[in-house]
């Protein structure tokens, strides 16, 4: 078992950045596969970047390349999302994913994750 916690959400303005952190626990959490998602009322969890357990291979929606960076520090078992630039379309309920494989390239759908946080709310102001 894994549990995933998210922090540094808020409210911001436009054209502010933030910092996500996703410290996990649990037996072996530095071995798996990382996931940023986010979710508005009324729609389906997207996906926002996703890195490996090694740290190497990262991945990002469309959206987000170039102002969203994911990052790891496996010595601390924390997952991070330094987000950029941020747009009030970025204002979501962010949640961390944990993915037991792995190995491989980074995943971007929900049922590719095998345990999730409580998520933390980023608001954007224009």
């Known amino acids: 078992q894994v549990q995933l916690v998210e922090s540094g959400g808020g409210l911001v303005q436009a054209g502010g950045s933030l910092r996500l952190s996703c410290a996990a626990s649990g037996s072996s959490s530095s071995y798996y596969a990382m996931g940023w998602f986010r979710q508005v009322p009324g729609s389906d969890r997207d996906f926002v970047a996703a890195?490996?357990?090694?740290?190497?291979?990262?991945k990002y929606a469309d959206s987000v390349r170039g102002r969203f960076s994911i990052s790891r520090d496996n010595a601390k078992n924390t997952v991070y999302l330094q987000i950029s630039r941020l747009e009030p379309e970025d204002t979501a309920l962010y949640y961390c994913?944990?993915?037991?494989?792995?190995?491989?390239?980074?995943?971007?759908?929900?049922?590719?994750?095998?345990?999730w946080g409580q998520g933390t709310q980023v608001t954007v102001s224009s």
């Open positions: 994913a944990a993915r037991k494989d792995g190995q491989g390239l980074p995943r971007s759908t929900t049922r590719d994750y095998d345990y």
């Open positions: 890195i490996s357990s090694s740290g190497r291979g990262t």
